[in-house]
């Protein structure tokens, strides 16, 4: 059986499992978006996208993936090298106004 949810809903499934504050609003809706391009049939399972997806600036995913930002000053610089090593190695999901929203199952 199959129940179509919509975004005021999948945002309320990560309250529910208290996991909203790992993404928050606007990566929330970039997700919600875009399972519904990809897969709008797809079963919701909140802990399976907290695994699968993150959402972090630029500056945390060069940290975390040894992106060589070194003399980096400029914060668009920065957000393109990452933009440029997320779309090598992984799948951006969409850019909100603090990071990236992307996928970690790679």
């Not at 970039?30 to 399976?48: G, H, Q, S, T, W």
């Not at 090298?81 to 850019?95: K, P, Y």
Request: charged share 25%.
């Amino acid at each position: 059986m199959i129940q179509q949810i919509n975004s005021g809903e999948f945002m309320q499934a990560f309250h529910k499992f208290d996991r909203y504050a790992q993404f928050g609003y606007e990566a929330l809706t970039a997700l919600y978006e875009y399972f519904e391009e990809v897969n709008p049939d797809m079963e919701l399972d909140v802990i399976a996208i907290c695994c699968d997806y993150s959402h972090e600036s630029w500056k945390g995913i060069a940290s975390d993936y040894d992106i060589d930002v070194d003399g980096v000053t400029d914060d668009d610089e920065g957000k393109e090298i990452v933009r440029d090593w997320l779309n090598e190695n992984t799948s951006i999901v969409g850019e909100t106004s603090s990071g990236f929203v992307y996928c970690t199952a790679f």
